[in-house]
């Protein structure tokens, strides 16, 4: 790969012909059109997110004189570059320059770029940027993007792959799921985490979709010039989704929703009783974790470990045994009830605390609660036998 460093391009040169798209949410082009910003396998602009602290700190550094860092184009021929580092801050510098947004003066005012003082406006326009023009393959110059990380936000996994497997349907892709114009994001938001722009929900649709091997779906596909498979399966996942669950809570945001999709849509449910079950779980003080309560419902209500149910603590433990033990020396039996309506050696043995372990004499799924009245102290063995009816 050839390399040649120019020290004479001017912000003024960068931004003749500077075009930013709203709806996409990128810059497009510069160098009186010479110049391709954002390269399809370039991340969506980001600078502008978080109140745009980002974008204003490029425009404070370029008044102040603050080296902006390398900025790396990729030279196709002598009329056609493409940003490969630096498409951020060419971004900011863009929107600025086309008054898309303010920076706060010494006064705390807003202030656009046409409503500056001459001076600074030459100031801004005449800093000239530090470029590496590189000249390679393809190949060789994906490869290389792959392993930079100079910009100010490291590149994400789905950013790398999204560099690499760059093509149609990575376009066509980002269209619909990058997009935060994209209006269904909002309701794929319950189910999804993540930001559209950092690419968390093409990260997800791909991970559905290809049950968990997105690198080589994504090399799979690289050139298909559709994303019907990868939308509607999406699409499948999410209505069968909010047609079990008619309630939205918070905690269903991020589970793999994926593969409940492939272990349950088979099954039928009935959308009313599992509203019931599910305010029942979520009003259950012994439900510790509610992100379980949805496999545990979509399950038939049998996998209890799904929803880490409260256990009896220490206290209430040392006092049933106390009771227990108490009570059992007494009557010369067994301090572990199922030991004492044996008939082996175990029938009069007084336990340790340490041997035994804390039962619900009524099961918690048949509605026993973990109150101290509930709990009995069983030896090791029978409490397993027990738990595993
Ligand atoms: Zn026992």
Redesign the pocket.
């Known amino acids: 790969m050839q390399t040649n460093l120019k020290t004479d391009i001017s912000i003024k040169a960068i931004c003749e012909g500077f075009v930013y798209n709203e709806l996409e949410g990128k810059g497009l082009f510069g160098l009186s059109g010479k110049l391709t910003i954002q390269p399809e396998y370039q991340r969506n602009y980001i600078y502008a997110e978080g109140g745009g602290k980002r974008e204003a700190a490029v425009i404070e550094s370029v008044l102040k004189g603050y080296p902006l860092g390398l900025i790396y184009f990729n030279k196709i021929n002598d009329n056609a570059f493409e940003v490969l580092d630096g498409q951020q801050r060419i971004t900011s510098i863009g929107r600025f320059v086309s008054d898309k947004f303010a920076i706060q003066d010494a006064d705390g005012l807003q202030q656009y770029f046409t409503g500056m003082a001459a001076d600074k406006r030459d100031l801004i326009l005449g800093t000239k940027l530090l470029v590496y023009e590189c000249e390679g393959t393809e190949s060789e110059i994906k490869e290389w993007f792959r392993t930079i990380n100079i910009a100010g936000v490291p590149l994400n996994e789905q950013e790398l792959l999204n560099a690499v497997y760059s093509g149609p349907f990575v376009t066509l892709a980002k269209e619909v799921f990058s997009n935060s114009q994209n209006a269904s994001i909002s309701k794929w938001s319950a189910y999804v985490k993540g930001a559209a722009i950092r690419q968390d929900y093409l990260a997800c649709a791909l991970d559905w979709v290809s049950k968990g091997d997105v690198g080589g779906y994504m090399s799979q596909h690289r050139h298909d010039k559709n994303i019907i498979q990868l939308s509607l399966h999406f699409n499948d996942v999410i209505n069968w989704v909010s047609s079990v669950f008619t309630d939205v809570e918070s905690e269903m945001r991020g589970l793999e929703w994926g593969r409940l999709y492939e272990e349950y849509h088979r099954k039928p449910y009935n959308a009313k009783a599992v509203s019931d079950e599910l305010q029942k779980l979520y009003g259950d003080a012994y439900v510790k974790n509610r992100r379980g309560v949805f496999e545990y419902i979509l399950g038939g209500s049998t996998d209890t470990k799904l929803l880490e149910i409260r256990v009896f603590d220490e206290a209430t433990k040392k006092t049933v045994y106390a009771t227990q033990t108490k009570k059992a020396s007494t009557k010369k039996e067994?301090n572990?009830?199922?030991?004492?309506l044996?008939h082996d050696a175990?029938k009069q043995?007084i336990?340790s605390l340490s041997d035994m372990d804390a039962d619900h004499v009524s099961a918690w799924s048949k509605g026993g609660s973990t109150h101290i009245k509930n709990c009995q102290m069983?030896?090791?063995?029978?409490?397993r036998v027990k738990g595993n009816r």
């Open positions: 067994s572990c009830p199922l030991c004492a044996g175990n043995k336990w069983l030896c090791k063995t029978h409490n």
